[in-house]
């Protein structure tokens, strides 16, 4: 689903504060795997993940995506495949636009967006009876602001927002960083019933190894911009969380 | 009360500069100055191509145009070179000095015994009441239109835009061209702007434009204390206070001058309700203990 051949990226070349983010990674990721990266501070997983989204672009390398060559496309023409959520809440939806508002938009992420308007009683239901599913009694909210709600309850819709339109590759970037260990936890239930509801492909940045133990089909640490673990799916089963524990000690 | 009525007509006038400094401001949260210039850029096309008796169904797309071009060039100037918005603004602003220089050929373009949007109809008597219904019918066709436009979803990616960028850009929104659209938007309204008053007053003049970037941010600001006041979601009433706004403070402007104060402080009298406006949410009247 996603080849990543040799991709190297250096922030600030020739400066003194020059980054070497990611140093030549290659990386095939199947579809319908869902891959956990792990690592430190500063080991390039954020990177790597934004040369997947496009919002940064490689200096050398290649990245596929579903067998089409996307090295030199921008984000905003890569979310015909991937749909993210970001660390940050604020980031994932628009807080002055209504929650009605920021699901119209998801709702046409992999089309133009015209001059018509697409808000109407079917979609309205629509949206209602999706945000139901969560449980957390914000169908009958839609009309509010994101921006009135709490970190959990935005990432949370973020994550459905990212299903509203045909999606294979879904990216998580410590979608649970910001949020108490309570909603934490149902931001992540949701993501993994997404995940194989929508049989997506996914890639989840965490620091929270007891979500990489529980998580994922796959797990990779990285280090220093280079792979430096790579288990696949029965190698992750047979790890205990205390091994996840040892890889960073 | 004629006083009041003309400052009521102006304001209607200044409206289209307010709904465009909204765009601009608030939707896209981008500060553009460069409302001097393509203000005045539609007030001399609007001159110019009246003193030569074209027709005025020409004129109003040519000065839609022309503020579209003069904004879409501050949004390219902006998002491909990577400017800030504020010099991007101010230097086209200043180009455009010279460009409305050249289209009008002297500093001051008198309209006498030309016709204007205002003498197209006569539908009461009194000239002062038809300006009055022909600026509301004008004044209300674009507040429906970008009302309309709001609410598309090209209106809402517009709005998600200045709100967070990067959800707008893993929505498949390409920002720069959002933004290039949304500043070529918001200067074909103030242009509009420059087309009523020149056709209202009479004449257009290389300096009208001085300072007007004020009476639009003023207009938007009274408009915005009112919506936080009213806690206000709905885009249509917005968009009504926005024109409110500009009213009120033409009206505002005409009192200070009813008062007896001098002409000359008039820009220092505007300059200070504006900052009134701003500090007023600010200003706490209960001491905190």
Not at chain 1, 69 to 85: F, G
Not at chain 2, 158 to 181: F, H, P
Request: aromatic residues 6%; hydrophobic residues 50%; charged residues 15%.
């Amino acid at each position: 689903m996603i080849a990543i051949n040799d991709v190297h990226k250096v922030f600030n070349k020739g400066k003194a504060n020059q980054v070497n983010a990611v140093n030549g990674i290659t990386l095939q990721i199947k579809s319908q795997e869902f891959l956990v990266i792990v690592g430190s501070n500063g080991s390039g997983k954020t990177t790597l993940l934004n040369l997947v989204a496009g919002s940064v672009m490689p200096d050398k390398g290649s990245i596929i995506i579903d067998d089409n060559d996307v090295t030199k496309l921008a984000d905003y023409k890569r979310s015909q495949w991937i749909a993210r959520v970001f660390q940050n809440p604020m980031s994932g939806t628009a807080s002055d636009l209504s929650i009605l508002d920021n699901f119209r938009l998801a709702a046409i992420r992999t089309s133009p967006k015209g001059l018509s308007i697409g808000i109407n009683d079917k979609f309205k239901r629509e949206v209602k009876e999706k945000i139901a599913t969560l449980g957390m009694g914000l169908e009958n909210k839609i009309d509010q602001p994101m921006g009135t709600l709490s970190g959990g309850q935005r990432q949370a819709l973020t994550l459905l927002m990212s299903v509203m339109d045909s999606c294979k590759v879904l990216l998580l970037d410590e979608p649970t960083a910001a949020l108490d260990p309570r909603s934490a936890d149902v931001v992540m239930r949701t993501a993994d019933k997404l995940i194989s509801d929508f049989k997506l492909t996914a890639i989840l940045i965490t620091h929270n190894l007891k979500d990489a133990y529980i998580y994922g089909t796959r797990i990779i640490q990285m280090g220093e911009g280079l792979v430096i673990n790579d288990l696949n799916q029965k190698e992750k089963a047979a790890l205990k969380q205390n091994d996840l524990f040892d890889w960073f000690a | 009360m004629d006083f009041y009525l003309t400052a009521l007509l102006q304001g209607l006038c200044f409206s289209a500069i307010a709904l465009g400094i909204y765009i601009s401001m608030k939707i896209f949260n981008i500060p553009d100055i460069t409302t001097d210039g393509s203000y005045t850029l539609g007030g001399a096309v609007t001159a110019v191509m009246l003193s030569r008796h074209l027709s005025p169904y020409l004129i109003l797309p040519t000065v839609i145009i022309a503020g579209g071009l003069a904004g879409a060039l501050t949004g390219l100037i902006h998002t491909k070179l990577k400017i800030n918005a504020l010099l991007a603004g101010i230097l086209v602003m200043t180009a455009l000095y010279s460009v409305n220089l050249t289209i009008m050929g002297r500093s001051n373009v008198p309209l006498i015994g030309t016709a204007s949007l205002f003498s197209l109809l006569n539908i009461v008597a009194d000239p002062n009441q038809n300006t009055f219904i022909l600026l509301s019918v004008f004044v209300a066709i674009i507040t429906l239109l970008i009302g309309y436009l709001l609410k598309t979803d090209f209106g809402i990616a517009m709005r998600a835009t200045g709100n967070s960028e990067s959800m707008i850009r893993a929505l498949g929104v390409n920002t720069d061209r959002m933004k290039i659209t949304g500043l070529a938007l918001a200067n074909a309204l103030t242009a509009l702007s420059g087309y009523l008053i020149v056709q209202f007053q009479g004449f257009a003049d290389i300096s009208m434009g001085i300072g007007i970037v004020i009476v639009g941010l003023g207009s938007v600001i009274i408009a915005e204390t009112l919506i936080n006041w009213f806690r206000i979601t709905r885009i249509w009433i917005s968009l009504v206070l926005v024109l409110a706004g500009a009213v009120i403070f033409q009206l505002v402007l005409a009192f200070t001058l009813a008062i007896g104060v001098d002409a000359n402080l008039l820009k220092l009298v505007t300059a200070a309700f504006v900052l009134l406006i701003v500090s007023l949410p600010r200003l706490s009247f209960n001491k905190a203990l």
